[in-house]
């Protein structure tokens, strides 16, 4: 579940941001300003950070590239009620992943936050797989299955896989799983039992990710 920092002197607003994101399925908190956001971002990292531009204390664009500096990966999105060519650009230099005006319609929110969200976990999908080696063990029907066993059940003995690949030949389920440990997509427990291992659990989250949200 992605959490959400929502940062806003308008408590009013913060609270609507609040109710309708957590209505939505996000994990989200709130902070009242710039300080108490680099707070919050030093104790638990966020997925995403909804950022007003003007705020006492510390506005969003001193907080802005600092945020960036703490947590690299975290989305910034800046709520301003000044939709100019110059702050737009000015938010973007300083790290801001896109920026939305106020007052702006729930729609415009979920679908600028979802946005967001997606093309950081494409990033990260990026930066952490090995292609070759990802798809060299994806290009199977059997390696796949394997997995995605795998994902759904946890844990399971050799004799569970082949049951459920229905093959009999006991010598190729074998192999691919030899290929598969090799890989470091997946490795045996102290009761030999195969599980994924969290290189293979992002894989899983990075194919089910592209399966549902990009079109081909």
Known sequence: MPKILVVDDDRELQENILEVLTEEGFEVATANHGGEALSA???SPFDLVLLD???PE???MEALPQIKRICPGTQVI???AFATLDN????MRKGADDYITKPFKVSELLVTVRRCLEEAKIRECRATIDIDNTFNSLANSIRREILLLLSRNERKRFTDIAHHLE???HT???YHLKLLLESGFITQDARKKYLLTPEGKKIIDCLQFAIKNLSF
């Open 88 to 91: 737009a650009v000015n938010a």
């Open 172 to 174: 190729k389920v074998n």
């Open 41 to 43: 971002v030093r104790k």
């Open 167 to 169: 093959i009999i030949d």
């Open 78 to 80: 800046i709520i301003t």
């Open 58 to 60: 510390m506005g969003g």
């Open 53 to 55: 531009m003007i705020m």
